[in-house]
């Protein structure tokens, strides 16, 4: 399941008869693409009826793995950076955040390689000083708040007329 995916569940769970306009503006979403999600879950049979019984592995065991990034920038353009990482299938978390670093971003990826090379493109964004990996072990707790910031159109970075 994609990150994405197991946002929906846990709406899905809190409030199954929640709407796709609701659920698309908590994602910052798209409607059609709330429904092809949802419409997916139900065809692999995560969700077999909407009283939202979701099928569970055999095993608790989680699949994939998961990091965080603490990322430190050459100046305060947090969400430059984040304009250039929003689109990634991967991301799950990121926020401005104070002490000695300026961002920590939350990834979950299939395997290590994935995210190795989520680390090496973010490590050569112009913006980035420095960036330090945590793997993640084991998670104890994990509550999702909804809240999501969009960055602002014009903290994209353009070379030619082009969205980079």
Known sequence: LSPTD??????????????????????????????????????????????????????????????MFDVRLRRNVCGIVYSSIQNWDELVSCWSVSGSVDMR????????????????????????????????LKTWCERISGIQEKAPQDYVIKRKGETV
């Open 6 to 67: 197991r946002i929906i569940l846990e709406l899905l769970r809190e409030n199954s008869r929640r709407s796709l306009t609701e659920m698309a503006a908590i994602l910052g979403l798209s409607r059609p693409t709330v429904r092809h999600h949802i419409e997916k879950l139900q065809r692999e049979g995560v969700i077999r009826r909407f009283t939202v019984d979701i099928d569970a592995p055999q095993t608790d065991l989680p699949t994939g793995v998961r990091a």
């Open 105 to 136: 971003v939350l990834v979950e990826a299939a395997d290590q390689s994935i995210v190795e090379r989520l680390r090496d493109r973010l490590a050569r964004h112009p913006e980035v000083a420095s960036l330090t990996t945590t793997m993640i």
